[in-house]
Nanobody, 119 residues
Framework: QVQLVESGGGLVQAGGSLRLSCAAS????????MGWHRQAPGKQRELVAT???????NYADSVKGRFTISRDNAKKAVYLQMNSLKPEDTAVYYC?????????????WGQGTQVTVSS
C-alpha cells in the first residue's frame, strides 16, 4: 500500500510564508513526477506546480515567482515553499505522485492540507 501524507498547512497573514511537505511511504519501486494541486471552495482543483524525477519544474502562472517546488528523492518527499501569500491562495492543497510499485505505475493523491491566508 502506498500513502502520501501532507503536512505544513495552516493560517497565515497575507504576505507571509508557509512550507508544505508531502512524504510517500509503502512498497515503492520508484517515483516519477510529483506535484501540488489546490482546490478552493466552490472551485475546481487546479495545478499549482510539478517537478520531474530529474528536477524540472513547472508552475501555474498565478504562483510563479512566489512558490517553489522541490523534492528529496532519498526521502521520497516533495515540498512547496510558498512566499508572499495572498488571500486567493486559500485552498486545500493536495500532493500527488506517479509511483511505480512492482509492475504497476499509477497516480496517488494525499489527503490534503488546508492553507488559509487572511487579509
Amino acid at each position: 500500500q502506498v500513502q502520501l501524507v501532507e503536512s505544513g498547512g495552516g493560517l497565515v497573514q497575507a504576505g507571509g510564508s508557509l512550507r508544505l511537505s508531502c512524504a510517500a511511504s509503502g512498497s515503492i519501486f520508484s517515483i516519477n513526477g510529483m506535484g501540488w494541486h489546490r482546490q478552493a471552495p466552490g472551485k475546481q482543483r487546479e495545478l499549482v506546480a510539478t517537478i520531474t524525477s530529474g528536477g524540472s519544474t513547472n508552475y501555474a502562472d498565478s504562483v510563479k515567482g512566489r512558490f517553489t517546488i522541490s523534492r528529496d528523492n532519498a526521502k521520497k518527499a516533495v515540498y512547496l515553499q510558498m512566499n508572499s501569500l495572498k488571500p486567493e491562495d486559500t485552498a486545500v492543497y493536495y500532493c500527488n505522485a506517479d509511483i511505480l510499485t512492482g509492475w504497476v505505475n499509477r497516480g496517488y493523491w494525499g489527503q490534503g492540507t488546508q492553507v488559509t491566508v487572511s487579509s
